[in-house]
Nanobody
Framework: QVQLVESGGGLVQPGESLRLSCAASGSIRSINTMDWYRQAPGKERELVARITSGGSTNYADSVKGRFTISRDDFKNTAYLQMESLKPEDTGVYSC??????????????WGQGTQVTVSS
């Protein structure tokens, strides 16, 4: 089994920064994609950022130029650096990973989520 644990959320003022971390552990052979999703109150969950095993990234239009996703494969950890935060960035941020747990088999795993609140 694989566990994903997020950390780094909190309450910040508009314009401030936060760095989220997502640490994967367990039966991991390799990790394919790692993503950050968020869900704001009353809204559907949306993909915020994705990074592939090769390091390619893509972002939601609403966060382009402000958020940066990265990963450290030695630590099985993904990061989301969030700059110039806005109140509309508020939500529960969840980590998702597509993990190979054997040579041929992979599955999707989710973290429990971390709350990010941007408010003055």
């Amino acid at each position: 089994q694989v566990q994903l644990v997020e950390s780094g959320g909190g309450l910040v003022q508009p314009g401030e920064s936060l760095r989220l971390s997502c640490a994967a552990s367990g039966s991991i052979r390799s990790i394919n994609t790692m993503d950050w999703y968020r869900q704001a109150p009353g809204k559907e969950r949306e993909l915020v950022a994705r990074i592939t095993s090769g390091g390619s990234t893509n972002y939601a239009d609403s966060v382009k130029g402000r958020f940066t996703i990265s990963r450290d494969d030695f630590k099985n950890t993904a990061y989301l650096q969030m700059e110039s935060l806005k109140p509309e960035d508020t939500g529960v941020y969840s980590c998702h990973a597509n993990v190979y747990y054997s040579l041929w088999y992979r599955n999707d795993f989710w973290g429990q989520g971390t709350q990010v609140t941007v408010s003055s």
